[in-house]
């Protein structure tokens, strides 16, 4: 793992972008894409630097984590349709290339499986975008999810429910159950981008980043990846013990060696 801290959450969209911006170099690229509020700022960026320079995803695809099961794909909090409205809708990557999961599949475990085949019959995934729940989740994969898991069913964490309850009319209105690729899939991805920022999130990347690999905070099981890079702002890295490490590393990093 590679930690970088950065003084806010601009300084963070603008690395996390250089990221995505280099892989849409590759023939084929493939982005994982997260949703929730954490990565809306790599996404307007991304968006500027499409519209202001030209940037183009003409080439890509791209699958999201995790869906909601029950929510129709038009439902406005679908991640469906979040990700449309939030990112892809503004840049030139093509509708029928942006994949999901359906949330109201008849046969939830197909669909699952589906999933899986159609990330590996794209390649893979080239840099996996991902966001922090407070307990730790990577996609929905809440803790307790088996390290090896794959796409499935999952049952969201009341503390889930409580923090996405934002987006929906009344805490009820949150769905219970969920899609996701499991911490076995998102593992597969060649490149991952966990990004924390705001200090509601330091215990959660504390615990993924210098806590023990263990199911209790599925993010720790990114200690296993091979290229797993970690944005943090000063917030989100307030509970870093060996911080001073990682800027020092930052600041000696080698000039050959990208992210
Ligand atoms: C969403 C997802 C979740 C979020 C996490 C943090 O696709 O996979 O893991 O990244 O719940 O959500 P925010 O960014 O809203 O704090």
Redesign the pocket.
Known sequence: MEIVILPDDEAVARTAADIVQASLENDSPVLGL??????LGTYSELIRRHCEAGLSFARAQAF???EYLGLPAEHPES?RSVIRREFTDSVDLPAHAVHSLDGQAPDPEAEAARYEAAIAGAGGVDVQI????TDG????NEPMSSLASRTRIKTLTEQ?RR??ARFFPTPEDVPRHVL?QGLGTIREARHILLIGLGEG?ASAIAAAVEGPLAAACPASSLQLHPHTTVLVDEGAASRLEHREYYQHALEHKPQWQAY
């Open positions: 997260a949703t929730g509020s954490t990565p999201t984590l995790d991640y991902l966001g922090i729940g989740h990577i996609g929905f889930t923090d996405n996701t999130k």
